[in-house]
């Protein structure tokens, strides 16, 4: 991937045999998220009005590097998964020299890319939900994605994340990766959000936004790339899992030399 810092927004049909949104179930939720309200579906009560909302994504941004230990650099490319419309996308193009800015969402991506128009530096790129298939091996430095995994519908494909985590980083390369705690308390927390927002007239019953949770031992072989089974062996990681209150844990991976 170029670190021109190109300003386009790209589509590409998937390659056969990728793990995809099913029946661009995900993507469908999401266009209507963007259209319906999108700053509360990125980050329900952080704001009403667009500015306070990038000001929470610039505070957030800093704030979650500093909790996983991702250094930036103006030298490096940074991935984000799950970029929405860009609440901490603004906050990594200044921090970055080039931002890759993935979404399952065409809608979301939009008004990304309206909304930093004055952001030179940042390629945006339209996802399966479930891969980072337009995004070239060992070719970014840094993999950051916050309240994104939670909403991807299956346990599937949140672990293949994890694997096309480990095939984008370079040597050396860091990730930090939030996901929904699989704890009772984590889960007795969440339905009740979920439960409140529905009397508020939103959808967080649908299964794109509840997501799954990940068993612990699928998660780490799949972020590690020990004991995969059968195939090629791909990139290994190490692996630390970080708890961030009583809702969210980091995963963070530091790829290793083959």
Known sequence: MSSSGEHRLHYRKEPAGVLTDQDGASRAFWDEAARQDPMWHIATGAASDSATFFASGHRETDAFLKHTGVVPHGSQIVLEIGCGMGRMTARLAELFGTVIALDVSPEMLGKARTALSDHHNIVYLLGAGTDLAGVESNS???????????????????????RET??????????????????????????????????????????????KRIPRAELLAAASGMGQGTGPPGPRASVELRSHGRRHTWVILRRADR
């Open 140 to 162: 970014v430095d840094v993999v950051f994605s916050y309240i994104v995994l939670q909403h991807v519908p299956t346990i599937d494909g949140q672990l293949n994340y994890f």
């Open 166 to 211: 480990r095939r984008v980083l370079r040597t050396g390369g860091i990730a930090a990766i939030q996901i929904r705690a699989n704890t009772p308390t984590a889960r007795a927390l969440d339905w009740a959000g979920h439960l409140r927002h529905v009397t508020q007239g939103r959808r967080t019953l649908n299964k794109a936004w509840r997501g």
